[in-house]
Nanobody, 126 residues
Framework: VQLQASGGGLVQAGDSLRLSCAAS????????MAWFRQAPGKEREFVAS????????NYADSVKGRFTISRDNAENTLYLQMNSLKPDDTAIYSC????????????????????WGQGTQVTVSS
């Protein structure tokens, strides 16, 4: 499984960006996919996750109402629409895939995931 993230950039506060994560395999077969981010000097943190069956999405409190995770199963691509961006959203964003169910997994820990894409930098200026 290979994941390729793209779409990052330098934007101003209040702007929007859409990140993409193209997968080499059929994402409908993955148990869960997610976006994480890591700011300089900070630990990697959960942003949002998506389960295909059933269609369940989860968001970190810090992005609820501003970010939307979605997927195009035909294109095997995961998206993260980010609106009303803030300087605190500045980080390297990475996508991840969990292939199978794992007991006790909440989908919010990096250890839940089996495969990772390289990150894409998002910088939000004030």
């Amino acid at each position: 499984v290979q994941l390729q993230a793209s779409g990052g950039g330098l934007v101003q506060a209040g702007d929007s960006l859409r990140l993409s994560c193209a997968a080499s395999g059929r994402i409908v077969t993955y148990y869960r996919m997610a976006w994480f981010r890591q700011a300089p000097g900070k630990e990697r943190e959960f942003v949002a996750s998506s389960r295909y069956k059933p269609g369940i999405t989860n968001y970190a409190d810090s992005v609820k109402g501003r970010f939307t995770i979605s997927r195009d199963n035909a294109e095997n691509t995961l998206y993260l629409q980010m609106n009303s961006l803030k300087p605190d959203d500045t980080a390297i964003y990475s996508c991840a895939a969990q292939l199978n169910f794992k007991g006790g997994s909440t989908g919010q820990q990096p250890s839940n995931y089996d495969y990772w894409g390289q990150g894409t930098q998002v910088t939000v200026s004030s």
